[in-house]
């Protein structure tokens, strides 16, 4: 589940050169179809470089993908994985995006983790309810 701060934590990769900063000991060189350069143009930063030196995170669905092949198209795998991504359906890099586009999609992404975070809390206040009426029930028979 995406909590707040992860998606607030998200924020410091808006920019592509602060996904690209993260690439410390990226697997593949700048040749390469998975190069850092362009894993952080397709949205992804590396959210833990040394731990997990294989994993990447987009900074906006925070979709996470691990298992990266050589010749793999970043834009591709990000669009298959999780294609509802704001990211994903602008589909333009850094110098085509206008502030305007970027702000309005990482407000959307913070929506959407807001309403899924509720759905989730609502679901389960909602069963929790339900187990305290049964035992109320249970007790109130007894009662009379
Ligand atoms: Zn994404």
Known sequence: MADMNS?????????L????????KW???????????????????????????GLVKCFICLKELDGWEINDDPWKEHESH??????????????ELTLEELLF???????????KTHAEQKENLTNNFEEVLKTLEKKWKKKK
């Open 7 to 15: 998606i607030f934590n998200s924020i410091n990769f808006c920019l």
């Open 17 to 24: 050169e602060d996904r690209l900063e993260t690439y410390k």
């Open 27 to 53: 697997q593949f060189g700048n040749d390469a179809p998975c190069s850092a350069s362009k894993m952080a143009e397709a949205g992804f930063y590396q959210p833990n470089p040394l731990g997990e030196p």
């Open 82 to 95: 999780q294609s509802s991504c704001l990211f994903i359906k602008k589909k333009k890099t850094e110098n």
């Open 105 to 115: 999609m990482l407000q959307g992404s913070i929506l959407q983790s807001l309403e």
